[in-house]
């Protein structure tokens, strides 16, 4: 089942999407992040029939969420849906997580971290363009090679915001 509901943020509403995550024993346990979106977000996810608006199953997940725009949070514990993106995409998804709060990496960076250097930096972008879990994810801490901000699903401005956040945009 599709679970959703909305946070507010610094950012805007945030849209966050999950499924039940089960157990070994087959019990509902909480909730698997599918989505995290902002409003306008190139790709991002949009209320569907059938899905549940349930709040506190995010319960958690606001918490962090809250802790992390408030300056109290560096990292995020979360479960994330399993089986999201090509085999590509989601070793492009780790490498994100890598990222230290804080810190930030060049495109090129990425691409020689999973190993597609050279023309292989255009498809990470792509694959760093469709990371459903903004914020949370980390893709706002990709720049590029020269230090200027380059593409966020999310615009150019919560990707400069996320950054002055974690402090990363000292010296720029």
């Known amino acids: 089942m599709t679970l959703y509901t909305t946070v507010d943020s610094p950012l805007g509403e945030l849209l966050l999407v999950g499924e039940e995550a089960v157990g ?19 790709g991002g996810a949009v209320v569907e029939d059938g899905w549940v608006h349930d709040p506190e199953a995010f319960a ?3 918490a ?5 725009f408030e300056g ?12 999201r993106g090509t085999e590509f995409q989601r070793r492009v998804w780790a490498a994100l ?26 498809a ?30 999310g615009g150019l401005e919560r ?3 996320l950054l002055g956040l974690e402090g990363a945009l000292v010296g720029r």
């Open 24 to 42: 070994a024993a087959g019990s509902a346990e909480g909730v698997a992040l599918v989505s995290l979106s902002v409003p306008g977000q190139k």
């Open 60 to 62: 958690g997940v606001a």
């Open 64 to 68: 962090q969420l809250r802790e992390y």
């Open 72 to 83: 109290r949070r560096t990292r995020f514990d979360l479960v994330y849906a399993a089986g």
């Open 97 to 122: 997580e890598a990222v230290p709060y804080g810190e930030t990496v060049s495109y090129g960076q990425i691409a020689e971290r999973v190993g597609s250097s050279g023309a292989g930096v255009r």
């Open 124 to 153: 990470v972008g792509t694959a760093i363009g469709r990371n459903p879990l903004l914020v949370v994810r980390p893709c706002h801490r990709v720049i590029g090679a020269d230090g200027a901000l380059r593409g966020y699903a």
């Open 159 to 161: 990707k400069e915001r």
